[in-house]
């Protein structure tokens, strides 16, 4: 199965970028920072910490997967082409790169190359839909470029600031 990232940082991203984004450079990163919990549906759970940029417009992102592998991601506005762009690299010369061409208020979209830690790149859309302050699902059609199947993931993150969500990440880092 694919292990979709990053997508959180582009997702979140939506709750914050409308379309006065491309005029307004200076968007509230507030909504994507913090603690997020991805739980695809196939089973796969990662936890992502967002931290604003302190120079230019965007923000940092630092993943682990349930499987130990880590990912460092970074993502902004490319205000030529008016995208969100996020790029991630991690463990075993993993990557993903992607581009969220469509961007309102609810709702990013675009296309996505992954490479997983197993050595597995995908390519095809990925979208973020915004479910509320706390909490987004992402949609990834894609392509396996080794075999040519092709596959839909789903996932559903959710912001975990709570004083007993980090407790119990504390804990299970032990």
């Avoid at 417009?57 to 970074?74: C, M, P, R, S, V």
């Avoid at 993993?94 to 469509?102: C, L, M, P, S, V």
């Amino acid at each position: 199965m694919v292990r979709v990232y990053s997508a959180v940082a582009l997702w979140v991203v939506t709750g914050l970028v409308n379309p006065a984004f491309a005029a307004a450079p200076n968007c509230p990163w507030q909504w994507l920072l913090g603690n997020w919990q991805i739980e695809e549906d196939y089973g796969f759970k990662s936890r992502v910490v967002w931290k604003k940029l302190e120079v230019g417009q965007g923000a940092t992102g630092i993943w682990q997967d349930d499987e130990g592998n880590k990912f460092t991601e970074l993502l902004g506005w490319d205000a030529n082409k008016k995208q969100i762009v996020s790029t991630g690299f991690g463990t075993n010369s993993a990557y993903w790169i992607i581009r969220f061409t469509e961007v309102t208020s609810r709702e990013i979209g675009g296309t996505m190359t992954y490479r997983t830690p197993q050595g597995i790149t995908y390519e095809g859309e990925y979208s973020i839909k915004k479910l509320g302050s706390n909490a987004c699902e992402s949609l990834y059609k894609a392509r396996n470029l080794n075999t040519g199947e092709i596959g839909e993931f789903k996932g559903r993150y959710s912001k975990t600031d709570s004083i007993q969500q980090q407790v119990r990440d504390l804990v299970s880092n032990r």
